[in-house]
């Protein structure tokens, strides 16, 4: 640090002008006396000052880090899914020459109840490769999606109600990601939950230029609330708030988590 280097300096230039170019070292004159205590104080009180902000910044920087590399893991994961459902449509495609012919078959002999069976389960496998269209905003439809096929996968009911526009008042990207992260903890909270009925209620609006998002589920630990905002003692875990603490700070929105009879409740005001 820059003010520990020139502690010494200060001290040697006052030893060498109050001893050898005068002897007011030894006049017992008390502003002599006190003024290297006087440097050495402001000097101790300027280092803490720099040394608190340097380490301000780096907590900074920490947190920020640790925000991109879990935004990047939720890309990768979504990423993964858009390649699992092109793998899907692309074999399905391939195989759409064999399942008309089966179609067919069925349908000459006469067995109509069989051809209509085999094209509904056609029909299954081709939802599972579909963007569902909650909105009219394309980024947000896909969010949702693919986190209603991971809630599938594990039996857990994600009820939607969507009613937003094209156009949002808000980065999409932004919104994306908190949306996918309040997702991501909902689904990891329901799925320490042992009954076999699990769900979680996922709202957005949009009202006068403002967009709401709440995410509703029920959980089984209660979390530990620090200054209204809820923690985990688990290495690795809450990272996933503090990304949404962060980016709704950005957009100037509020950020609200509470908890109501067991039911979870972010709420997301932008």
Partial sequence: MIIIWKLP?????????FTKLSSLLYSNNKIVIEFMGFVFCISYFAFLFVYFREYEKKQELEQYSDLMKMQLLSIEKEIEQVKSSKQKLSILRHDMRHHLNIILTQLQNNNTAKAIEYIKEIGALY??????????NETINSVIS??????????????????IGETLPCPDTAICTILSNGLENSMHALEEMATEKKWANLTISEKKNHLLLQIENPIVRIPKFVNGIPTSGKKGH??????????????????HFSLTDNTFILRIII
């Fill in 127 to 136: 939802d599972d490769t579909m963007i569902a269209a909650y909105c009219q």
């Fill in 146 to 163: 693919i986190y209603h096929a991971r809630f599938a996968d594990k039996e857990i009911a994600l009820n939607c109600d969507i009613s």
């Fill in 9 to 17: 300096t200060v001290y040697y230039f006052f030893d060498y002008s």
């Fill in 238 to 255: 809450g990272i996933g708030v503090k990304s949404i603490v962060y980016y709704t700070e950005q957009l100037n929105g509020q950020c």
